[in-house]
């Protein structure tokens, strides 16, 4: 299992990607679903754009769906943040959608570290650009 974050898209209508998220640290592997809007998703793609030149301490969160039983399906927030030059730690925090479990309604939650280089970045950023513009269901970020 390599080390990686990817989004598969499962499901989109003309409001709303369903992406299927693997989060992966190369140990331990979380899985999820979210919904994500298509100018969030575009949004996403222009905002790593810039953040990638960010390689002196630079911090970016990049967020789909919401944690908490109010809100629909699952939850998926990353904080990438630039703390070495030429290295990007990332911060992952993951959450499935709500069932009930017994007398309670609870959802599994994740949180895992990876890194990545800036050339790997790029290759996701290229990715995501074309499953925002609908050319490929799925991008991936490898980590090292």
């Not at 592997?29 to 979210?34: G, L, M, P, T, Y």
């Not at 769906?65 to 925090?93: C, D, N, W």
């Amino acid at each position: 299992m390599k080390p990686s974050i990817s989004f598969t898209k499962i499901w989109l209508d003309d409001d709303m990607v369903e992406l299927k998220i693997q989060v992966s640290n190369g140990d331990s592997v979380f899985v999820n679903e979210v919904y994500v809007g298509h100018q969030q998703l575009a949004d996403t793609v222009a905002d790593l754009n810039r953040f990638r030149s960010h390689v002196h301490g630079g911090i970016y969160d990049m967020a789909f769906g919401s944690f908490g039983p109010e809100y629909a399906h699952g939850a998926f927030h990353a904080r990438l943040h630039f703390q070495e030059r030429g290295i990007l730690f990332m911060t992952v925090k993951s959450q499935s959608d709500f069932s009930d479990f017994g007398r309670k309604n609870v959802a599994s939650e994740a949180t895992l570290y990876l890194r990545t280089e800036p050339a790997l970045l790029d290759n996701f950023i290229g990715e995501l650009r074309q499953m925002s513009g609908g050319r490929r269901d799925e991008a991936l970020l490898e980590a090292i």
